[in-house]
């Protein structure tokens, strides 16, 4: 069986890796003062996070429409695929698995649509997998993801909570309150829920909290450091983390500037980062 792989662009794959297992990625949309941008197109990710703090109306976002994924899914289809397996963003905090579902229909039997519960390289991790696994067929890919998802975490140290309150993932008194005694909020994302596992005033102990949880988990498969425009920081807190367990940690570690269609929902200057255990 061919198999073809549809994923949308939260899943922040690399370009080096959509090219090298034949990826095919549906582009989310940003809003700026009105003007859309397909995601990554249009404005970078380092012109998009410089921009944030100033602009005076809060950017959003909408999902890409059947359309998009009805043509590739043709487009797949038409190049010989057997089945697709389209992997998309948490059902729970966004609309693209829906929209993928119902460009599903008019395509009975040839594509599985697959909630990954999770965002960035948690789903990109998902992809990946189920990409490795391809060639022995769509239940071998499908066990993939899931044995993927099981042992996934992620987590992340925003710099402030106010654009999730600006996106209404939080009530507005929390984040006042946040605001008001400086609170870093520290976060993780399981079963496609977004919940707050702590807070801290600084970003050395928002550093330490999540090299903690690495360094004590066990070996690690699969790693990716996860930044909103906050390279020099990503990078310090990697090779921190590298001097402290180089032999628990994949050779391999990728260095991800966070898509603006997530961006958006948690501002800039945020830390995190998506790990896959051994």
């Not at 999730?164 to 939080?170: A, D, E, N, P, V």
Request: hydrophobic share 40%; net charge neutral.
């Amino acid at each position: 069986m061919k198999l073809g792989i549809i994923t949308d662009s939260t899943s922040d794959i690399p370009r080096y890796l959509i090219e090298e297992y034949e990826l095919e990625v549906v582009p989310s949309i940003l809003i700026i003062d009105g003007k859309e941008y397909a995601d990554g197109i249009g404005i970078s990710r380092e012109e998009f996070y410089k921009r944030l703090p100033s602009l005076q109306t809060q950017p959003t976002t909408a999902a890409p429409s059947i359309g998009d994924f009805s043509s590739r899914y043709e487009s797949f289809l038409t190049r010989g695929c057997d089945h697709i397996l389209s992997i998309h963003a948490a059902g729970a905090l966004t609309s693209i698995l829906n929209i993928a579902r119902q460009a599903a229909k008019d395509f009975p039997d040839k594509v599985t649509c697959v909630d990954s519960t999770s965002l960035s390289l948690g789903l990109g991790f998902q992809v990946i997998a189920a990409a490795e696994a391809a060639e022995m067929g769509l239940q071998a890919a499908l066990a993939a993801i899931e044995s993927a998802r099981r042992r996934l975490h992620v987590s992340a140290a925003l710099d402030t909570m106010e654009y999730l309150k600006r996106s209404g993932r939080i009530p507005a008194t929390v984040a006042m309150l946040g605001s008001i005694l400086h609170i870093k909020p520290l976060i993780e994302l399981t079963n496609g829920e977004v919940k707050a596992i702590g807070a801290v005033r600084t970003n050395n102990q928002a550093n330490e909290r999540m090299s903690k949880f690495l360094l004590e988990g066990g070996s690690l498969e699969k790693l990716a450091i996860l930044h909103t425009g906050a390279e020099p920081r990503a990078r310090e807190f990697l090779n921190e983390l590298m001097q402290r367990a180089s032999q628990s940690v994949p050779r391999d570690i990728l260095m991800v500037n966070v898509t603006t269609v997530i961006g958006t929902h948690v501002g800039p200057n945020g830390l995190g980062f998506a790990a896959v255990r051994k």
